[in-house]
């Protein structure tokens, strides 16, 4: 079981920059694609970004290309997505997630393919 919690989440102006933070607690001792996924609305959650357990690959959603990076540190049990040139439409909660892998490398997009999340961080960008 592994426990997830969120921070870093807050009002910024379009055009800033926020940095979220995933902290992991429990059975860290096996490996994990770490994910970041977002809710806004009315709107079903939606795949963001993803970071291999080794930390070499990594997937990102066509709308955040270029904008939006994830890393980890796993001495630090700790994801992180930094988000610059953020838009009025990055509005959502984000969610951290987890799947359990034996794959150093594998990076998972699917929603289902997650075992743990968090209960979401709230990031606001106003125009």
């Known amino acids: 079981q592994v426990q997830l919690v969120e921070s870093g989440g807050g009002l910024v102006q379009a055009g800033g920059s926020l940095r979220l933070s995933c902290a992991a607690s429990?059975?860290?001792?096996?490996?994990?694609?770490m994910g970041w996924f977002r809710q806004a609305p009315g709107k079903e959650r939606e795949f963001v970004a993803a970071?291999?357990?080794?930390?070499?690959?990594?997937y990102y959603a066509d709308s955040v290309k270029g904008r939006f990076t994830i890393s980890r540190d796993n001495a630090r049990n700790t994801a992180y997505l930094q988000m610059s040139s953020l838009k009025p439409e990055d509005t959502a909660v984000y969610y951290c997630?987890?799947?359990?892998?034996?794959?150093?490398?594998?990076?998972?997009?699917?929603?289902?393919?997650?075992?743990?999340w968090g209960q979401g961080t709230q990031v606001t960008v106003s125009s």
């Open positions: 429990g059975r860290t001792d096996r490996g994990y694609v």
């Open positions: 970071i291999s357990w080794s930390g070499g690959n990594f």
């Open positions: 997630a987890a799947a359990g892998t034996r794959d150093r490398n594998y990076v998972a997009a699917g929603m289902s393919e997650y075992n743990y």
